[in-house]
Nanobody, 124 residues
Framework: QVQLVESGGGLVQAGGSLRLSCSASEGTFGTNAVAWFRQAQGKERAFVAGIGGIGGVTRGAEFARGRFRISRDNDKNTVYLEMNSLRPEDTAVYFC?????????????????WGQGTQVTVLS
C-alpha cells in the first residue's frame, strides 16, 4: 500500500516562505487526489489545499488563496505546497492525504492514506 512522507517543515519568521513536499513510497499517487491539511494544537484537522488526479484541478481554503500554491509532479510522485507570506496563525502540523478518487474533497474523512505530518512554526 502506498505510504506518504511529508517534509519541508520548520521554523520561519512571519512573512517568510516554506515549501512542503509529500512523496509517495511503496506505490504511486496514480490519478487520485492529494490534499494538504493542517492541525493546530487543540484544533481539528483543517483543509488547506488539494490537487486533483485528472487535469490537476486545484482547490484551496480561503486563508490559503493568494499565499499558498499546490502542485504535483507525477514523475516524482510528489505533491508540493508552496507557502508564502506566512503568519503566526499558520503554525500547525501539516499532513498530506491521498484520496481514493480523482476529485479534491475538503473533508479529512474523504482521504484514506495519511503521512506522519511535518511541523510548521511561524514566529511573530
Amino acid at each position: 500500500q502506498v505510504q506518504l512522507v511529508e517534509s519541508g517543515g520548520g521554523l520561519v519568521q512571519a512573512g517568510g516562505s516554506l515549501r512542503l513536499s509529500c512523496s509517495a513510497s511503496e506505490g504511486t499517487f496514480g490519478t487520485n487526489a492529494v490534499a494538504w491539511f493542517r492541525q493546530a494544537q487543540g484544533k481539528e484537522r483543517a483543509f488547506v489545499a488539494g490537487i486533483g488526479g485528472i487535469g490537476g484541478v486545484t482547490r484551496g481554503a480561503e486563508f490559503a488563496r493568494g499565499r499558498f500554491r499546490i502542485s504535483r509532479d507525477n514523475d516524482k510522485n510528489t505533491v508540493y505546497l508552496e507557502m508564502n507570506s506566512l503568519r503566526p496563525e499558520d503554525t500547525a502540523v501539516y499532513f498530506c492525504g491521498l484520496r481514493g478518487d480523482y476529485g479534491v474533497a475538503t473533508f479529512s474523512h474523504s482521504y484514506t492514506v495519511w503521512g506522519q505530518g511535518t511541523q510548521v512554526t511561524v514566529l511573530s
